[in-house]
């Protein structure tokens, strides 16, 4: 992972679907969507993510998802750990509460994006965080939003679980 103050920030992806958003989403929204992806970033050998639980961290692959579905190397960063650390205890305080997360608007994935943009200058592929809005651009999509809006994803971890933010 770390080479001198250099260290490897992939994003961690999951299709929380199983593979049956690929076969039933023709049918049911009208276009193909490949999965239902939750995110993670991992670095300094960790995984960090977040859902109804607010900011967490676990050993890489050791949520409830198991093993990534896919992998995206995201570069590397020079941020130390500490103060990697600190930011992400700031985010958990503040825009990432567990009472914020939102299926459609707060999720997982903005967290990614915005955890990669800060570590390594990129964001997390549009494919992931443009799903919400092509879902809910279906008739389908709109006709399930209340239901939907009222879903909380949390992917526990297994062990070496961490909460930022939370006291």
Not at 1 to 18: C, E, F, I, R
Not at 115 to 128: C, N
């Amino acid at each position: 992972m770390a080479n001198g103050s250099s260290y490897t920030v992939q994003l961690y992806v999951y299709d929380l679907s199983k593979g049956l958003a690929r076969q039933l989403s023709p049918m049911m929204l009208g276009k193909t969507v490949e999965g239902i992806w939750h995110t993670g970033i991992v670095a300094y050998g960790e995984e960090f993510f977040f859902g109804g639980g607010g900011v967490t961290s676990c050993y890489p692959g050791c949520t409830i998802l198991g093993m990534p579905d896919s992998t995206v190397d995201l570069g590397n960063t020079e941020v130390p750990r500490d103060l990697f650390q600190e930011y992400l205890s700031s985010l958990g305080e503040s825009t990432y509460r567990p009472e914020k997360y939102h299926l459609f608007e707060h999720n997982c994935n903005t967290f990614s994006s915005e955890v990669a943009q800060f570590l390594t200058g990129k964001k997390i592929p549009s494919y992931i965080t443009d799903l919400p809005s092509e879902v809910l651009s279906t008739p389908f999509g709109q006709a399930l939003r209340p239901l939907l809006d009222s879903i909380t994803v949390t992917p526990s971890g297994n062990n070496g679980m961490n909460g930022y933010g939370q006291r």
